[in-house]
Protein backbone atom coordinates (compact mmCIF):
# COMPACT_ATOMS: atom_id res chain seq x y z
CA UNK A 1 0.00 0.00 0.00
CA UNK A 2 1.31 3.36 -0.94
CA UNK A 3 0.70 5.26 1.90
CA UNK A 4 1.82 9.29 1.03
CA UNK A 5 3.33 11.85 4.20
CA UNK A 6 -0.08 13.26 3.86
CA UNK A 7 -1.42 9.93 4.86
CA UNK A 8 0.92 9.38 7.73
CA UNK A 9 -0.08 12.82 9.72
CA UNK A 10 -3.43 12.03 9.21
CA UNK A 11 -3.06 8.50 10.62
CA UNK A 12 -0.73 10.24 13.47
CA UNK A 13 -3.69 12.64 13.88
CA UNK A 14 -6.12 10.05 14.27
CA UNK A 15 -3.79 8.20 17.22
CA UNK A 16 -3.69 11.29 18.86
CA UNK A 17 -7.48 11.79 18.81
CA UNK A 18 -8.16 8.42 20.27
CA UNK A 19 -5.70 8.78 22.66
CA UNK A 20 -7.09 11.35 23.73
CA UNK A 21 -10.45 9.59 23.94
CA UNK A 22 -10.14 6.58 25.13
CA UNK A 23 -7.76 7.75 28.33
CA UNK A 24 -6.55 10.88 29.03
CA UNK A 25 -5.18 13.57 26.47
CA UNK A 26 -1.38 11.76 25.89
CA UNK A 27 0.62 13.34 23.28
CA UNK A 28 2.95 10.32 21.26
CA UNK A 29 6.16 12.24 22.77
CA UNK A 30 5.27 12.40 26.21
CA UNK A 31 2.90 11.38 28.87
CA UNK A 32 0.92 14.72 30.41
CA UNK A 33 -0.92 12.36 33.07
CA UNK A 34 0.79 11.42 36.05
CA UNK A 35 0.45 8.51 38.69
CA UNK A 36 1.80 9.62 42.26
CA UNK A 37 4.71 7.86 42.06
CA UNK A 38 5.24 9.30 38.14
CA UNK A 39 5.15 12.77 39.52
CA UNK A 40 7.49 12.38 42.51
CA UNK A 41 9.78 11.15 40.40
CA UNK A 42 9.77 13.98 38.15
CA UNK A 43 9.76 16.04 40.92
CA UNK A 44 13.35 14.15 42.29
CA UNK A 45 14.91 14.74 38.75
CA UNK A 46 13.89 18.93 38.29
CA UNK A 47 15.17 18.75 42.44
CA UNK A 48 11.88 21.31 42.48
CA UNK A 49 11.29 22.42 45.77
CA UNK A 50 7.90 23.59 47.25
CA UNK A 51 8.00 27.93 47.37
CA UNK A 52 8.79 29.42 50.45
CA UNK A 53 5.36 31.36 51.46
CA UNK A 54 4.73 34.79 51.19
CA UNK A 55 4.28 37.22 54.34
CA UNK A 56 0.91 36.35 53.96
CA UNK A 57 1.22 32.46 53.92
CA UNK A 58 0.84 32.90 50.18
CA UNK A 59 2.74 30.44 47.53
CA UNK A 60 3.72 32.23 44.17
CA UNK A 61 2.97 30.16 41.13
CA UNK A 62 5.91 29.48 38.96
CA UNK A 63 4.43 30.78 36.01
CA UNK A 64 3.07 33.83 37.29
CA UNK A 65 -0.47 33.00 37.71
CA UNK A 66 -0.77 34.60 40.94
CA UNK A 67 -0.42 32.57 44.26
CA UNK A 68 -2.06 29.73 46.23
CA UNK A 69 -4.00 31.13 49.16
CA UNK A 70 -3.11 30.01 52.63
CA UNK A 71 -6.79 29.90 54.00
CA UNK A 72 -9.67 28.59 52.20
CA UNK A 73 -12.19 30.81 50.66
CA UNK A 74 -15.86 29.95 50.85
CA UNK A 75 -15.86 28.09 47.36
CA UNK A 76 -13.09 26.31 48.64
CA UNK A 77 -15.02 25.43 51.70
CA UNK A 78 -18.45 24.71 49.94
CA UNK A 79 -16.25 22.07 46.93
CA UNK A 80 -14.60 20.51 50.02
CA UNK A 81 -17.77 19.55 51.76
CA UNK A 82 -19.79 18.39 48.38
CA UNK A 83 -16.30 16.91 47.23
CA UNK A 84 -16.13 14.31 49.91
CA UNK A 85 -16.45 10.82 48.91
CA UNK A 86 -17.01 11.56 44.97
CA UNK A 87 -14.76 11.60 41.87
CA UNK A 88 -14.01 15.19 41.77
CA UNK A 89 -11.43 17.37 39.05
CA UNK A 90 -9.53 20.41 40.05
CA UNK A 91 -8.31 23.53 37.46
CA UNK A 92 -5.32 25.25 38.07
CA UNK A 93 -4.89 23.28 41.11
CA UNK A 94 -1.30 24.27 41.34
CA UNK A 95 0.17 23.21 44.70
CA UNK A 96 -2.27 20.88 45.86
CA UNK A 97 -3.09 22.83 48.85
CA UNK A 98 -7.10 21.91 48.41
CA UNK A 99 -6.14 18.17 47.18
CA UNK A 100 -4.25 17.61 50.16
CA UNK A 101 -7.58 18.99 52.50
CA UNK A 102 -9.74 16.82 50.64
CA UNK A 103 -7.69 13.52 51.46
CA UNK A 104 -7.84 14.40 54.53
CA UNK A 105 -11.64 14.53 54.96
CA UNK A 106 -12.24 11.27 53.02
CA UNK A 107 -10.46 7.60 51.72
CA UNK A 108 -13.40 6.96 49.14
CA UNK A 109 -12.31 10.79 47.55
CA UNK A 110 -11.16 10.60 43.79
CA UNK A 111 -8.78 13.36 43.08
CA UNK A 112 -7.82 14.77 39.82
CA UNK A 113 -5.29 17.49 40.39
CA UNK A 114 -4.93 19.71 36.85
CA UNK A 115 -2.61 22.74 35.94
CA UNK A 116 -1.42 24.46 33.16
CA UNK A 117 1.91 23.62 34.16
CA UNK A 118 3.24 20.43 35.38
CA UNK A 119 5.92 21.36 37.93
CA UNK A 120 2.95 22.93 40.02
CA UNK A 121 1.74 19.05 40.07
CA UNK A 122 5.16 17.49 40.86
CA UNK A 123 5.73 20.29 43.95
CA UNK A 124 1.78 18.63 44.93
CA UNK A 125 2.84 15.37 45.10
CA UNK A 126 5.70 16.11 46.58
CA UNK A 127 3.82 17.82 49.72
CA UNK A 128 1.71 14.34 49.61
CA UNK A 129 4.64 12.15 50.09
CA UNK A 130 5.83 14.61 53.00
CA UNK A 131 2.40 14.26 54.30
CA UNK A 132 2.61 10.48 54.05
CA UNK A 133 5.90 10.16 55.49
CA UNK A 134 4.72 12.04 58.82
CA UNK A 135 1.74 9.36 58.82
CA UNK A 136 -0.47 12.41 58.62
CA UNK A 137 -2.29 11.03 56.03
CA UNK A 138 -2.18 6.96 54.95
CA UNK A 139 -0.09 5.43 52.43
CA UNK A 140 -2.99 4.36 50.36
CA UNK A 141 -3.68 8.31 49.91
CA UNK A 142 -1.74 8.14 46.59
CA UNK A 143 -3.95 5.70 44.80
CA UNK A 144 -6.28 8.88 45.47
CA UNK A 145 -4.65 10.96 42.83
CA UNK A 146 -3.71 11.61 39.65
CA UNK A 147 -1.97 14.49 38.02
CA UNK A 148 -3.11 15.95 34.28
CA UNK A 149 -0.98 18.50 32.96
CA UNK A 150 -3.83 20.56 30.72
CA UNK A 151 -4.52 23.90 29.57
CA UNK A 152 -8.45 24.25 29.95
CA UNK A 153 -8.73 26.71 27.47
CA UNK A 154 -8.04 24.18 24.98
CA UNK A 155 -10.40 21.58 23.35
CA UNK A 156 -7.01 19.22 22.74
CA UNK A 157 -6.59 18.90 26.12
CA UNK A 158 -10.10 18.26 26.99
CA UNK A 159 -10.37 14.47 27.95
CA UNK A 160 -12.51 11.95 30.77
CA UNK A 161 -15.80 13.70 29.33
CA UNK A 162 -18.90 13.44 31.83
CA UNK A 163 -16.36 11.76 34.35
CA UNK A 164 -16.47 14.32 37.45
CA UNK A 165 -19.15 14.81 39.74
CA UNK A 166 -17.71 18.08 41.00
CA UNK A 167 -15.34 20.48 39.82
CA UNK A 168 -12.97 23.09 41.49
CA UNK A 169 -11.91 26.14 39.78
CA UNK A 170 -9.84 28.51 42.10
CA UNK A 171 -8.47 31.72 40.75
CA UNK A 172 -7.88 30.58 37.39
CA UNK A 173 -10.38 32.41 35.29
CA UNK A 174 -9.14 35.82 35.74
CA UNK A 175 -6.56 34.70 33.62
CA UNK A 176 -8.07 34.14 30.35
CA UNK A 177 -9.59 36.56 27.72
CA UNK A 178 -13.31 36.43 27.35
CA UNK A 179 -13.38 34.12 24.42
CA UNK A 180 -11.35 31.74 26.78
CA UNK A 181 -13.99 31.89 29.07
CA UNK A 182 -16.63 31.21 26.84
CA UNK A 183 -14.63 28.04 25.75
CA UNK A 184 -13.78 26.87 29.53
CA UNK A 185 -17.02 27.07 30.34
CA UNK A 186 -18.24 24.55 27.49
CA UNK A 187 -15.36 22.03 28.58
CA UNK A 188 -16.02 22.11 32.30
CA UNK A 189 -20.07 21.50 31.11
CA UNK A 190 -18.85 18.60 29.28
CA UNK A 191 -16.19 17.46 32.06
CA UNK A 192 -19.15 17.60 34.45
CA UNK A 193 -20.98 14.25 34.85
CA UNK A 194 -25.07 15.18 34.85
CA UNK A 195 -26.37 16.89 37.98
CA UNK A 196 -22.56 17.21 38.62
CA UNK A 197 -21.24 20.83 40.78
CA UNK A 198 -19.06 23.51 39.98
CA UNK A 199 -17.62 25.70 42.19
CA UNK A 200 -15.35 29.18 41.20
CA UNK A 201 -13.51 31.43 43.00
CA UNK A 202 -12.52 34.62 40.79
CA UNK A 203 -10.49 37.95 41.56
CA UNK A 204 -13.09 41.16 40.96
CA UNK A 205 -12.11 44.95 40.25
CA UNK A 206 -12.44 45.35 43.60
CA UNK A 207 -8.84 45.33 44.91
CA UNK A 208 -6.52 47.50 46.66
CA UNK A 209 -3.56 46.73 44.14
CA UNK A 210 -5.59 47.56 41.23
CA UNK A 211 -8.23 49.65 42.57
CA UNK A 212 -7.52 52.69 40.37
CA UNK A 213 -9.35 50.31 37.62
CA UNK A 214 -12.18 50.53 39.71
CA UNK A 215 -13.63 53.80 37.90
CA UNK A 216 -12.68 52.43 34.25
CA UNK A 217 -14.81 49.54 35.28
CA UNK A 218 -17.24 50.99 37.27
CA UNK A 219 -17.63 53.68 33.31
CA UNK A 220 -17.99 50.37 31.24
CA UNK A 221 -20.95 48.34 33.77
CA UNK A 222 -22.60 51.85 33.29
CA UNK A 223 -22.05 52.06 29.73
CA UNK A 224 -23.67 48.42 29.38
CA UNK A 225 -20.48 46.84 28.23
CA UNK A 226 -20.24 42.99 28.03
CA UNK A 227 -17.09 42.26 29.67
CA UNK A 228 -16.21 45.46 31.30
CA UNK A 229 -13.22 44.19 33.79
CA UNK A 230 -11.16 43.10 30.67
CA UNK A 231 -7.82 44.84 30.51
CA UNK A 232 -4.89 44.30 27.90
CA UNK A 233 -2.19 44.94 30.58
CA UNK A 234 -2.47 45.08 34.38
CA UNK A 235 0.32 47.40 34.96
CA UNK A 236 -1.06 50.73 33.80
CA UNK A 237 -3.48 50.11 37.17
CA UNK A 238 -0.66 48.50 39.51
CA UNK A 239 -0.67 50.51 42.77
CA UNK A 240 3.64 49.84 43.62
CA UNK A 241 2.91 50.94 47.65
CA UNK A 242 1.02 47.70 48.26
CA UNK A 243 3.04 45.38 46.01
CA UNK A 244 6.39 43.97 47.30
CA UNK A 245 9.25 43.87 44.80
CA UNK A 246 8.77 39.95 44.22
CA UNK A 247 5.25 40.14 43.87
CA UNK A 248 5.66 42.75 41.25
CA UNK A 249 8.22 40.16 38.85
CA UNK A 250 5.73 37.57 39.34
CA UNK A 251 2.34 39.48 37.83
CA UNK A 252 1.34 38.24 34.44
CA UNK A 253 2.38 40.38 31.16
CA UNK A 254 -0.92 39.12 29.72
CA UNK A 255 -4.27 40.22 29.61
CA UNK A 256 -6.20 39.98 32.41
CA UNK A 257 -10.09 39.77 33.27
CA UNK A 258 -11.09 41.31 36.53
CA UNK A 259 -14.86 38.87 36.59
CA UNK A 260 -17.66 39.91 38.42
CA UNK A 261 -21.15 37.87 39.42
CA UNK A 262 -22.95 39.33 36.76
CA UNK A 263 -20.37 38.18 34.15
CA UNK A 264 -20.37 34.60 35.58
CA UNK A 265 -23.39 34.14 35.97
CA UNK A 266 -23.85 34.63 32.32
CA UNK A 267 -21.52 33.06 30.97
CA UNK A 268 -22.26 29.85 33.19
CA UNK A 269 -26.06 30.37 32.29
CA UNK A 270 -25.74 30.91 28.48
CA UNK A 271 -23.86 27.09 28.45
CA UNK A 272 -26.51 25.15 30.22
CA UNK A 273 -25.23 25.72 33.99
CA UNK A 274 -28.48 26.51 36.18
CA UNK A 275 -26.00 28.74 38.51
CA UNK A 276 -27.02 27.86 42.03
CA UNK A 277 -25.21 31.10 43.66
CA UNK A 278 -22.86 34.06 42.24
CA UNK A 279 -22.21 36.82 44.76
CA UNK A 280 -19.00 39.11 45.76
CA UNK A 281 -17.48 37.71 48.74
CA UNK A 282 -14.73 39.08 50.89
CA UNK A 283 -11.24 37.57 51.29
CA UNK A 284 -10.52 34.72 53.78
CA UNK A 285 -7.13 36.36 54.55
CA UNK A 286 -5.74 39.35 56.03
CA UNK A 287 -3.95 41.28 53.26
CA UNK A 288 -2.37 44.72 52.48
CA UNK A 289 -2.25 44.23 49.08
CA UNK A 290 -5.49 42.86 48.06
CA UNK A 291 -8.27 43.96 50.82
CA UNK A 292 -10.52 46.26 50.26
CA UNK A 293 -14.25 46.49 50.61
CA UNK A 294 -15.41 43.04 51.08
CA UNK A 295 -16.10 42.80 47.89
CA UNK A 296 -12.39 41.25 46.74
CA UNK A 297 -13.91 37.56 45.44
CA UNK A 298 -16.54 36.55 43.20
CA UNK A 299 -17.29 33.47 43.98
CA UNK A 300 -20.10 30.93 41.46
CA UNK A 301 -21.40 27.21 42.38
CA UNK A 302 -23.43 26.11 39.93
CA UNK A 303 -24.82 22.71 38.73
CA UNK A 304 -24.73 20.65 35.78
CA UNK A 305 -28.61 19.82 35.07
C1 LIG B 1 -3.53 31.71 41.36
S1 LIG B 1 -3.14 30.05 41.04
C2 LIG B 1 -4.45 29.27 41.92
C3 LIG B 1 -4.04 28.17 42.79
C4 LIG B 1 -5.18 27.57 43.62
N1 LIG B 1 -6.24 27.08 42.78
C5 LIG B 1 -5.74 28.55 44.61
O1 LIG B 1 -6.90 28.92 44.47
O2 LIG B 1 -5.05 28.95 45.53
C6 LIG B 1 -3.68 29.83 39.37
C7 LIG B 1 -3.29 28.48 38.78
O3 LIG B 1 -4.02 28.30 37.58
C8 LIG B 1 -3.21 27.71 36.60
N2 LIG B 1 -3.73 28.07 35.27
C9 LIG B 1 -3.71 29.29 34.69
N3 LIG B 1 -4.27 29.23 33.47
C10 LIG B 1 -4.64 27.94 33.28
C11 LIG B 1 -5.24 27.24 32.20
N4 LIG B 1 -5.54 27.87 31.06
N5 LIG B 1 -5.48 25.92 32.34
C12 LIG B 1 -5.16 25.29 33.49
N6 LIG B 1 -4.58 25.89 34.55
C13 LIG B 1 -4.31 27.20 34.44
C14 LIG B 1 -1.82 28.27 36.88
O4 LIG B 1 -0.80 27.47 36.35
C15 LIG B 1 -1.81 28.37 38.40
O5 LIG B 1 -1.25 27.24 38.99
Request: net charge neutral.
Amino acid sequence: MNIMVKDLAKIRMLFVTVMCLSHVCAEPDGNRVFTYEQALAKCDELDLKPPVPDADGRLQTLNKRGAVTATPDYATLEFLKYAKGKSVLEIGGAYGSVMLTALHQSKDTKYTLSDLDERHLFIASKRLAKEMQENKLDIDSAKQVQFIQADITKDQDISNISTYEAIFVGRVLHYLTPEQLEVTVKHLFLLLKPAGRIFVVAITPYVKRYESFIPEYERRVGAGEKNPGFVQSLQPYLNRDVTTESQCKNITDDPFFFLDDKVLRSVFEKNGFRVIESTMKPLSYVSTSWALDGRENVILIAEKP
